[in-house]
């Protein structure tokens, strides 16, 4: 765990470090409003810090559901005829498709 401190003491220089990370040129107008952004969010979750959570089970979910699968059933499919008449090029009962890649290269 962190060492306890107040999180939303934040300094120009930790910004601009952590633009450097990112990759990032930040200029001075983007490191002050990057600082009252963050130092707003720190001090927002030093708030959730009080909040007395005993007894409160941990979710995975805020609506308490579970993503719903429906049932795996074989239906009947366009027969294959139709969907080779539907197509621009076939052969031999297949879709024909131009090569992407040069001749030999799946070996």
Not at 47 to 64: I, R, Y
């Amino acid at each position: 765990m962190l060492p306890s401190r107040r999180m939303s003491t934040v300094t120009e220089d930790e910004i601009r470090s952590l633009g450097s990370l990112a990759r990032l040129q930040l200029s001075d107008t983007e490191v002050a409003q990057l600082k009252t952004d963050l130092v707003g969010i720190l001090e927002h979750m030093d708030a959730l810090k009080e909040v007395d959570t005993e007894g409160v089970v941990p979710m995975s979910h805020v609506l308490g559901t579970v993503g719903h699968l429906r049932s795996d059933v074989v239906l009947a499919s366009l027969p294959t005829d139709d969907a080779l008449a539907a197509s621009p090029a076939h052969a031999d009962g297949l879709f024909s498709v131009p090569a992407i890649l040069p001749p030999g290269s799946n070996k």
